[in-house]
């Protein structure tokens, strides 16, 4: 316990002195970041690629335990200290791709390259989601999901690098939390590596809150949003089934929820995944009003409630999980909901609303085909236009067939401001449908009707030519249906 607290102190110390130090060699090489007035909102130039300082401290904090006179730390850390020696490669990768991007500004593609090595060389460390045992693919169904959980997490958090303090307030916080969990687990191995990556993130807070000094750039955030999705999976595994998993996912859930929002956002846009743009969870609050210390703040806290929610799941079985995870989703989507999304809002309300009328036109188009099937007259079929017209909310139909005209007013209608529906059915017959025009109306419901309607009329053509000659009383149709004509709706 005392050795752990120590590689936290310590890595909070020397991410304090090596911070300044760090900045102004990043200040001196041209590295850093211009305010661009949109998304990048920070009044003057600040240094980037602070994660250099995570990267020395890290490392630094883990020797220095090493090099203590305990013998007994010592040992503790030379015991648990394979782990990280294992994962260091793989968090190597992720981290160049970071810095590289931080001065050279690689394309997404070349990142995502970048981000794929590291995940792979993560799962051959032994980073791996459990719960396949029993699948036919278990191994490789286990593998292909971790390398998309890393991909995910390392992303999620280079998302929310977007106001002063969020990624390493953010990232301190899940650190502690699978720290926490660690100890009480007895998870020595992953105390080990969360304690030094606490104690750095702390740290760097100091230069990082707003307004910041120093930003932590692509190899600060990829690298943090990395480590803390390899040791979410070391977490996880102490559970043999996929539920192992809620606890690292809650945790990790402010960051999560950002980049989930983000692809459906860019893809209900039909904008590419990886573009910009300003709708983020802290730039949606940012546009409420709040100030970005206020966001920051507000961020933290809601971090903070995930980090107890996934303690809680981690600790709890049973039923109890069960409602700690529904309690999160409905934290999640109240959180959802009061950021006002419009692309969500338009989205539900036309799925919900298309799959209605969808559902009521084809109700009423079924209804329809069943009623001119058992129509014998021109008034009875002129009876089953009335009711589906009325079915579909028009408010004036027309029927026009040779010298005699059928009209039907459903309801009261201005006849300027409507809009007009004619379907032709021969040069000089018509059927005509009216519908206000402020009245909510989707043609494309009604197009099945429509077409049903002229193809019944074309199908018993001659019979509407003789009917200038007939009665009404006569029979307009033969007793078995006629053949199908197959046609184009013209309206």
């Known amino acids: 316990m005392y050795a752990i607290l120590f590689l936290g102190v310590a890595s909070c110390l020397l991410c304090l002195v090596t911070t300044p130090l760090i900045r102004k060699i990043l200040l001196r090489w041209g590295i850093l970041d211009f305010p ?187 690298t943090v949003g990395f480590l803390l999705g390899c040791f979410g999976v070391i977490w996880s595994q102490k559970s043999t089934t996929m539920i192992g998993m809620a606890a690292p996912i809650i945790a990790l859930g402010l960051p999560l929820l950002d980049m989930g929002l983000a692809v459906l956002r860019r893809f209900l846009r039909l904008r590419p995944i990886s573009s910009a743009d300003r709708a983020h969870i802290h730039h949606r609050l940012l546009d409420s009003g709040l100030t970005p210390r206020r966001v920051t703040l507000l961020l933290y806290g809601i971090s903070g409630v995930a980090a107890a929610l996934s303690l809680l799941v981690s600790f709890v079985q049973g039923r109890l999980a069960g409602l700690v995870i529904l309690v999160f989703c409905v934290f999640a989507w109240y959180g959802i909901h009061r950021l006002h999304y419009i692309e969500f809002e338009v989205a539900r309300r ?18 329809f085909e069943e009623r001119i099937a058992a129509a014998k007259t021109i008034d009875e079929y002129w009876e089953a236009i009335v009711r589906v017209a009325e079915e579909f909310g028009f408010a004036q139909v027309r029927l026009a067939i040779g010298a005699r005209i059928f009209e039907e007013t459903l309801r009261p209608i201005n006849p300027v401001a409507c809009w007009n529906f004619q379907i032709p059915l021969s040069e000089t017959d018509y059927l005509e449908f009216k519908r206000p025009v402020r009245a909510e109306f989707h043609p494309w419901a009604a197009v099945p009707f429509f077409d049903l309607a002229r193809n019944s009329f ?13 009665k009404p009383s006569e029979t307009l149709f033969a007793s078995s249906p006629a053949e199908t004509v197959s046609t184009e709706s013209a309206l």
């Not at 602070?50 to 030379?78: E, M, T």
């Not at 998302?159 to 002063?164: A, F, H, Y």
């Not at 074309?458 to 007939?470: P, S």
């Open 36 to 222: 661009d007035g949109t998304r990048k909102l920070h009044p003057h130039t600040v240094a980037r690629a602070g994660g250099l300082a995570l990267a020395v401290s890290y490392p630094i904090a883990l020797a220095a335990l090493l090099l203590l006179p305990s013998s007994q730390a010592a040992d503790f850390v030379k015991r648990h200290l394979g782990f990280a020696v294992t994962l260091l490669p793989a968090a190597g990768v992720v981290f160049l791709t970071g810095l590289l991007d931080d001065i050279v500004n690689l394309r997404p593609g070349q990142k995502l390259v970048g981000q794929l090595a590291g995940a792979v060389l993560a799962v051959l460390a032994g980073v791996r989601i459990v719960g396949f045992s029993d699948h036919m693919f278990g191994s490789t169904l286990s593998a292909v999901l971790t390398v998309v959980w890393l991909i995910v997490c390392t992303n999620a958090f280079n998302l929310i690098d977007g106001v002063d303090g969020l990624t390493a307030g953010a990232g301190f916080l899940a650190a502690l939390t699978m720290m926490v969990a660690a100890i009480l687990d007895g998870n020595q191995s992953l105390a080990v590596v969360t304690a030094p990556l606490a104690g750095s993130l702390l740290g760097m807070l100091r230069y990082n809150s707003n307004p910041a000094s120093i930003f932590m750039g692509d190899c600060g955030s990829l």
């Open 350 to 367: 036309v799925l919900f609303q298309r799959f209605r009328r969808v559902l009521e036109s084809e109700i009423a188009v079924v209804s």
């Open 458 to 470: 074309r199908q018993n053509l001659e019979r509407f030519l003789h009917y200038r000659e007939r």
